[in-house]
T-cell receptor, first 117, second 114 residues
């Protein structure tokens, strides 16, 4: 089954304790991205990657890091989490091409709910 | 940067009534436009997309949306609401010239009243 898998789905942690949220896709997508969803703010892009070893900042990158060493994986790293990073996080992927039936369509993971105390 | 405006963070309709969820975008260059739906405790699923073909786009579950360039709008409609349509709906834009970023609206929560 074509899917984006995120882990963990739920996590409660404390301020300053480094954590990584993993994201893996099995669709050979070039494009991967991370979003956070907060009430009243919708989804905001944190980082995105156009391909292996190519990453770029989205609209809210502060406090986050990413890496893209393999095409299928795009982990989100919080080096020193703070309470304002409490949120629902989504990983998504798509083909990079902008035309054709499958182009431009983001496939989302089920989400990771993070609480930072 | 693009901006996407969804008018009405909460919309309530009676079962069987018309559903109208509004979306306006800011780009001067027609972008790629999408509607996604999020059911409780789930990720987002694609409802429909506009990619510069027909301006009236049909999606899943009876939803459709019309691209109006003059109004920079992409409103989502469904003629008859069903209880199962209760969810959060997001309008999204992807720039057609770079295609690097998606921009999402703040979402509209749809309640269907029996």
């Amino acid at each position: 089954e074509a899917q984006v898998t995120q882990n963990p789905r739920y996590l409660i942690t404390v301020t300053g304790k480094k954590l990584t949220v993993t994201c893996s896709q099995n669709m050979n997508h070039e494009y991967m991205s991370w979003y956070r969803q907060d009430p009243g703010l919708g989804l905001r892009q944190i980082y995105y990657s156009m391909n292996v070893e190519v990453t770029d900042k989205g609209d809210v990158p502060e406090g986050y890091k990413v890496s893209r060493k393999e095409k299928r994986n795009f982990p989100l790293i919080l080096e020193s989490p703070s309470p304002n990073q409490t949120s629902l996080y989504f990983c998504a992927s798509s083909f990079r091409v902008v035309s054709g039936p499958g182009a431009n369509v983001l496939t989302f993971g089920a989400g990771s709910r993070l609480t930072v105390l | 940067a693009q901006s996407v405006t969804q008018l009405g963070s909460h919309v309530s309709v009676s079962e069987g009534a018309l559903v109208l969820l509004r979306c306006n975008y800011s780009s001067s260059v027609p972008p790629y436009l999408f509607w996604y739906v999020q059911y409780p405790n789930q990720g987002l699923q694609l409802l429909l997309k506009y990619t510069s073909a027909a301006t009236l786009v049909k999606g899943i579950n009876g939803f459709e949306a019309e691209f109006k360039k003059s109004e920079t709008s992409f409103h989502l409609t469904k003629p008859s609401a069903h209880m199962s349509d209760a969810a959060e709906y997001f309008c999204a834009v992807r720039e057609s010239n770079t295609g690097n970023q998606f921009y999402f609206g703040t979402g509209t929560s749809l309640t269907v009243i029996p």
